[in-house]
């Protein structure tokens, strides 16, 4: 019998890897979920045999996402905290304000669309597995966003993880999570050029991991692990390969034959040439708890999957790389 995986996201990076991983196993069929079919995404996943209907996950009207769900045996959500951050902070910034309220407003908008998500999939009696792309929490977790001080895209992401867990009692026992580690182009990753001179430019303390993913090809791989052979409750921190960061460095430097300079820098000096909290807060969490090296409680490694997907390690992945152009792409955010 073929079953259902219904795609929410399937347009971005992390549903696009999944859709497209499922689109390749012949016993499933995908609905890829998006707010724009017309897309030319959203046509390419057409063109490649999902089945594209429209749906959004900020309408409190839950039906047409409950007749996007209709059927699934599998759900796939990730939900975007920066299309609502970036132009709310630019805004608060170009007014001469901190930018610290854009993260509020983010999480008010990213926690509302994983609640409907929830609500919604929680009435869908074939639905097997929910999996949901979230990021572990730096206070411990709590649905009250008033114990959130700097970081609030974590607590947004992990809210939807508590919420299933205490709030939904349908779901909680279908749900799985991942979270994916940082892109493989996370800027922390690539380094400044200065007419000739490479240097990265580093908050992360030199011994800290920082694991790697490639989003595109990545998640969906391992969101096949946790829908066909983890069971549910699984949570998983995914990732291709795990390096520091004076590894990264070293690594380009194999790769492009190039020498860089690793010099490190405060979280508290970014702030003050422009940075916010919202992002760097994270780096402070990082540097003391090398999170990802020594796991999180609850959490398993990729190692821990019983068929882990075979991924290219940083260093090959580093040598597919138009380094100038990630550079360049890099200097411009």
Same mark, same amino acid.
């Given at each position: 019998? %073929?079953?259902?995986?219904?795609?929410?996201?399937?347009? /971005?990076?992390?549903?696009?890897?999944?859709?497209?991983?499922?689109?390749?196993?012949?016993?499933?069929? !995908?609905?890829? !979920?998006?707010?724009?079919?017309?897309?030319?995404?959203?046509?390419?996943?057409? =063109?490649?045999?999902?089945?594209?209907?429209?749906?959004?996950?900020?309408?409190?009207?839950?039906?047409?996402?409950?007749?996007?769900?209709?059927?699934?045996?599998?759900?796939?959500?990730?939900?975007?905290?920066?299309?609502?951050?970036?132009?709310?902070?630019?805004?608060?910034?170009?007014?001469?304000?901190?930018?610290?309220?854009?993260?509020?407003?983010?999480?008010?908008?990213?926690?509302?669309?994983?609640?409907?998500?929830?609500?919604?999939?929680?009435?869908?009696? %074939?639905?097997?597995?929910?999996?949901?792309?979230?990021?572990?929490?730096?206070?411990?977790?709590?649905?009250?966003?008033?114990?959130?001080?700097?970081?609030?895209?974590?607590?947004? =992401?992990?809210? /939807?993880? &508590?919420?299933?867990? %205490?709030?939904?009692?349908?779901?909680?026992?279908?749900?799985?999570?991942?979270?994916?580690?940082?892109?493989?182009?996370?800027?922390?990753?690539?380094?400044?050029?200065?007419?000739?001179?490479?240097?990265?430019?580093?908050?992360?303390?030199?011994?800290?991991?920082?694991?790697?993913?490639?989003?595109?090809?990545?998640?969906?791989?391992? !969101?096949?692990?946790?829908?066909?052979?983890?069971?549910?409750? %699984?949570?998983?921190?995914?990732?291709?390969?795990?390096?520091?960061?004076?590894?990264?460095?070293?690594?380009?430097?194999?790769?492009?034959?190039?020498?860089?300079?690793?010099?490190?820098?405060?979280?508290?000096?970014?702030?003050?040439?422009?940075?916010?909290?919202?992002?760097? /807060?994270?780096?402070?969490?990082?540097?003391?708890?090398?999170?990802? &090296?020594? /796991?999180?409680?609850?959490?398993?490694?990729?190692?821990?999957? =019983?068929?882990?997907?075979?991924?290219?390690?940083? &260093?090959?992945?580093?040598?597919?790389?138009?380094?100038?152009?990630?550079?360049?792409?890099?200097?411009?955010?």
């Amino acid at each position: 019998m %073929t079953k259902l995986i219904v795609v929410v996201g399937a347009t /971005g990076k992390q549903g696009g890897s999944v859709a497209t991983t499922f689109l390749g196993l012949p016993e499933w069929h !995908v609905r890829a !979920v998006t707010r724009k079919p017309d897309s030319p995404a959203a046509q390419a996943l057409a =063109k490649a045999g999902a089945e594209v209907v429209q749906a959004d996950l900020a309408d409190e009207d839950l039906g047409p996402l409950k007749a996007a769900f209709e059927g699934a045996h599998a759900i796939f959500v990730n939900t975007d905290f920066w299309e609502v951050y970036r132009p709310a902070a630019t805004a608060l910034v170009a007014a001469g304000k901190d930018a610290a309220p854009a993260g509020r407003q983010a999480f008010d908008h990213e926690t509302a669309c994983r609640k409907h998500a929830a609500d919604a999939a929680a009435t869908i009696p %074939t639905l097997e597995r929910f999996v949901l792309s979230s990021l572990t929490s730096l206070v411990g977790g709590s649905l009250d966003p008033s114990k959130f001080t700097r970081s609030f895209h974590p607590e947004s =992401k992990n809210w /939807g993880v &508590e919420y299933i867990e %205490t709030q939904v009692p349908a779901l909680a026992p279908k749900l799985s999570v991942i979270v994916p580690a940082a892109y493989n182009t996370n800027r922390l990753m690539v380094p400044r050029k200065v007419g000739d001179a490479y240097t990265f430019f580093s908050p992360i303390h030199p011994h800290i991991h920082i694991p790697t993913i490639n989003p595109d090809t990545g998640v969906g791989p391992f !969101v096949r692990c946790l829908v066909e052979d983890e069971p549910a409750g %699984t949570k998983l921190l995914a990732y291709d390969s795990n390096q520091t960061i004076s590894e990264a460095v070293d690594i380009f430097k194999r790769v492009t034959g190039h020498e860089a300079a690793f010099v490190p820098v405060t979280t508290q000096q970014l702030v003050a040439a422009g940075g916010t909290w919202e992002v760097l /807060g994270v780096v402070d969490y990082l540097n003391e708890h090398d999170a990802y &090296e020594r /796991g999180e409680p609850g959490y398993i490694k990729p190692v821990g999957l =019983k068929n882990a997907p075979l991924r290219p390690s940083f &260093e090959d992945w580093a040598k597919t790389v138009d380094w100038e152009a990630a550079i360049a792409a890099n200097a411009a955010r």
